[in-house]
T-cell receptor, first 115, second 114 residues
Framework: KAGVTQTPRYLIKTRGQQVTLSCSPI?????VSWYQQTPGQGLQFLFE???????NKGNFPGRFSGRQFSNSRSEMNVSTLELGDSALYLC??????????????FGPGTRLTVL | AQSVAQPEDQVNVAEGNPLTVKCTYS??????LFWYVQYPNRGLQFLLK??????LVKGSYGFEAEFNKSQTSFHLKKPSALVSDSALYFC????????????FGDGTTLTVKP
């Protein structure tokens, strides 16, 4: 099976712009989660989508949003970018019988730099 | 609320020696515990997990971890370290009511010297 793919891999934006990141989960996986990884804050949970519905949400401002399509692909949007949004954004999918006991499979990430 | 602590930012061991990377957790209810490894400029790779049953779980690349409920710990171990084990290791916890949310520790950089 193909792994989790994320596009683009690298992105450079300026403050105030918006950005959309894309994630394609492993075939058959219905849960897609997004994380922000920074040196100072570590790995922070953004949100999780399951069967096109947001099931969990982390403590991020409303500028961060996402959605999931019927084929389980997911997009994450950040509006009005700030310098502090510079980070590696990781997407993870999990499948099988849905449950917290499932491990997550991570994509390579999108490296966002805000200038 | 759920949290994970990895008390050591850095662990250094010599090749061939045993290694331990420490992890403690705090959750309400039963935890599902995971270890992931991250190589430079890559996403995280799953190593092993504890769900229930035997406290000693075995995973990929010769790694194992021991779940200790009384000490709320889930330390990662390997009997004989390899230089190629050098990477960033994350411990994570999930609970049944938040199936898609992993809470991660801050990570421990493991360096194995020849």
């Amino acid at each position: 099976k193909a792994g989790v793919t994320q596009t683009p891999r690298y992105l450079i934006k300026t403050r105030g712009q918006q950005v959309t990141l894309s994630c394609s989960p492993i075939s058959g996986h219905r849960s897609v989660s997004w994380y922000q990884q920074t040196p100072g804050q570590g790995l922070q949970f953004l949100f999780e989508y399951f069967s096109e519905t947001q099931r969990n949400k982390g403590n991020f401002p409303g500028r961060f949003s996402g959605r999931q399509f019927s084929n389980s692909r997911s997009e994450m949007n950040v509006s009005t970018l700030e310098l502090g949004d510079s980070a590696l954004y990781l997407c993870a999918s999990s499948g099988g019988r849905e449950g917290a006991y499932n491990e997550q499979f991570f994509g390579p990430g999108t490296r966002l730099t805000v200038l | 609320a759920q949290s994970v602590a990895q008390p050591e930012d850095q662990v250094n061991v010599a090749e061939g020696n045993p290694l331990t990377v420490k992890c403690t957790y705090s959750v309400s209810g039963n935890p599902y515990l995971f270890w992931y490894v991250q190589y430079p400029n890559r996403g995280l790779q799953f190593l092993l997990k504890y769900i229930t049953g035997d406290n000693l779980v075995k995973g990929s690349y010769g790694f194992e971890a021991e779940f200790n409920k009384s000490q709320t710990s889930f330390h990662l171990k390997k009997p004989s370290a390899l230089v190629s084990d050098s990477a960033l290791y994350f411990c994570a916890v999930k609970i049944s009511t938040n199936a898609g949310k992993s809470t991660f520790g801050d990570g421990t950089t493991l360096t194995v010297k020849p």
